[in-house]
């Protein structure tokens, strides 16, 4: 059955470039094909903040061990927080062309990393906790979606927790899945019977990677001529809008996040005079109440 798509993902990607492009099927700087993003829907992407980078490279450090981090979102490459359905909050981490990780938060239990496919596979080589080295028998039955039994496992990092993410590799330290370990590490080495890892994530992929760096202007720019299309429609739409409804003032209303933002930008753009609503429910953030933005155009 076809994937059910809340609303069209418009990020693209361009792998020659290394770069994020939106909507178009031709990378506006080099002419190459870009390629759709992997992002689950409802695909609500936005820029990760050096505060993401650096928690996702301290959670990724804390699992698999230090320096493990920087392999995963490497210097100077772009990074994508992807927000995703869960019961609380989780986010995918998506880094040159690929999703690498997710951040998932467990009400009880705070921040959880899990590294994907691609993320392992970035790790795999450097990771000094959380790895599990599966004798080759058991090789097959992990990437049949089986999890990982005691007798399979040929070696395994002592520090390891009941529960913890792991990565399980081949004796050369091939990503063959990664799994949330069912007992400890020492418990993996010593017992004969039981299961030892549950398998999370296990399909064979082919590693994407660039040694391409970026800054966000260099995304900007890339993406000038599909950005551009899209305020001209947005500020064409809300010309017709407020035309339409002479008898109402124009208002909009602004939370102080970069959904309302862009709305009153464009607004602006559009010669509005828009009055902006700012509704304080008690749980605003001291950043946000500090705004008070002046958005009337100066004469
Ligand atoms: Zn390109």
């Not at 299961?195 to 890339?222: C, F, G, Y």
């Not at 124009?250 to 996040?257: E, I, N, P, R, T």
Request: include cysteine; charge should be negative; aromatic fraction near 6%.
């Amino acid at each position: 059955m076809a994937m059910t798509k809340l609303g069209k993902n418009c990020l693209r990607w361009c792998p020659a470039c290394n770069l994020p492009i939106m909507d178009v099927k031709t990378c506006p700087v080099c002419g190459g094909a870009t390629l759709e993003t992997e992002l689950t829907p409802p695909a609500d992407s936005r820029p990760a903040f050096d505060y993401d980078i650096e928690k996702t490279r301290s959670m990724c450090d804390a699992c698999f061990g230090e320096g493990t981090g920087k392999l995963l979102l490497p210097e100077g490459h772009l990074a994508i927080m992807n927000k995703a359905p869960s019961i609380d909050r989780m986010e995918e981490v998506f880094s040159d062309g690929t999703v690498v990780a997710t951040l998932r938060y467990d009400l009880g239990r705070g921040w959880r990393f899990i590294v994907r496919m691609q993320g392992a596979m970035r790790i795999a080589a450097a990771a000094t906790k959380g790895w599990v080295i599966l004798n080759p028998d058991a090789e097959e039955f992990i990437r049949q979606n089986r999890n990982l039994m005691v007798p399979g496992v040929k070696d395994a990092d002592p520090g390891i927790k009941e529960d913890d993410e792991v990565l399980m590799l081949s004796e050369d330290r091939t990503v063959v899945g990664t799994g949330v370990a069912k007992m400890s590490g020492a418990d993996m080495r010593s017992q004969d019977r039981g299961i030892a890892v549950k398998t999370r994530w296990h399909k064979p992929e082919e590693l994407i990677s660039s040694d391409k760096a970026h800054t966000w202007d260099d995304a900007v720019q890339a993406n000038a001529a599909p950005m551009g299309k899209r305020v001209d429609e947005a500020v064409a739409f809300i010309k017709k809008t407020v035309s339409e409804r002479q008898d109402l003032p124009a208002a909009v209303s602004f939370s102080g996040g970069k959904d309302s933002l862009a709305c009153m930008l464009l607004t602006m753009d559009a010669g509005i005079d828009a009055v902006p609503m700012f509704v304080n429910t008690g749980l605003e953030l001291d950043e946000t109440r500090g705004l008070r933005p002046r958005f009337r155009r100066q004469a």
